[in-house]
């Protein structure tokens, strides 16, 4: 079984500032894992994905993303936050062996005040 | 590449009726494609599985009868909400893996009002 958790449902920061949203996952099998990105009323776009390569994952728009497995943790981070970036993030966790079965996490709300 | 479409974007109907919602591939060929409900403030749950040519899997706790999916090419699967309700009342997204490997793409959803 498979599960995510994300930290926070609501995150503020000042624009400039860092952003760090948090996720951890359960997995009964070495995961893949994902953050996306959600605007009002529209669908999902990926940010980035990790699937067993290198750790420290870079995805759009300047951010980025770091499995660490003895944490259990995917944390999603961007050095300087912008006002474009306030949006819907869920993090998502698959089995490698049925990628389109994603598991969300709640998801967080990220604030950017100006 | 890899676009998914869905349509209509927002539908607003009686209690009672039934409501299509179809998602197509654009510019790819999908076997599988993925249906979600998410509600307000909330995250994305999967209902089922579409499957071309054959019948969808459903999540545990899905209708199966209330929510009939078909798959009948490889670039089209529609959700028919069968005898809506008000709780019924939802935004739905679906998804199929597109031309990156290991990623579903997402179309832009359709939110389903029903009073």
């Known amino acids: 079984a498979q599960s995510v958790t994300q930290l926070g449902s609501h995150v503020s920061v000042s624009e400039g500032a860092l952003v760090l949203l948090r996720c951890n996952y359960s997995?009964?099998?070495?995961?893949?894992l994902f953050w996306y990105v959600q605007y009002p009323n529209q669908g999902l776009q990926l940010l980035l994905k990790?699937?067993?390569?290198?750790?420290l994952v870079k995805g759009i728009n300047g951010f980025e993303a770091e499995f660490k497995k003895s944490e259990t943790s995917f944390h999603l981070t961007k050095p300087s936050a912008h006002m474009s970036d306030a949006a819907e993030y869920f993090c998502?966790?698959?089995?490698?062996?049925?990628?389109?079965?994603?598991?969300f996490g709640q998801g967080t709300t990220l604030q950017v005040k100006p | 590449g890899a676009v998914v479409s869905q349509h209509p974007s927002r539908v607003i109907c009686k209690s009672g009726t039934s409501v299509k919602i179809e998602c197509r591939s654009l510019?790819?060929?999908?076997?599988?494609m993925f249906w979600y409900r998410q509600f307000p403030k909330q995250s994305l749950m999967l209902m089922a599985t579409?499957?071309?040519?054959?019948?969808?899997?459903?999540e545990q706790g899905v209708e199966k009868d209330k929510f009939l999916i078909n798959h009948a090419s490889l670039t089209l699967s529609t959700l028919t909400v069968t005898s809506a309700h008000p709780e019924d009342s939802s935004f739905y997204i679906c998804?199929?893996?597109?031309?990156?490997?290991?990623?579903?793409?997402f179309g832009a959803g359709s939110r389903l009002t029903v009073l």
């Open positions: 998804s199929a893996p597109g031309r990156a490997p290991n990623v579903l793409t």
């Open positions: 997995s009964s099998v070495p995961p893949y």
């Open positions: 990790y699937t067993s390569a290198a750790t």
């Open positions: 998502a966790v698959s089995d490698p062996s049925n990628t389109g079965k994603l598991i």
């Open positions: 510019d790819f060929q999908a076997t599988t």
């Open positions: 579409s499957n071309e040519g054959s019948k969808a899997t459903y």
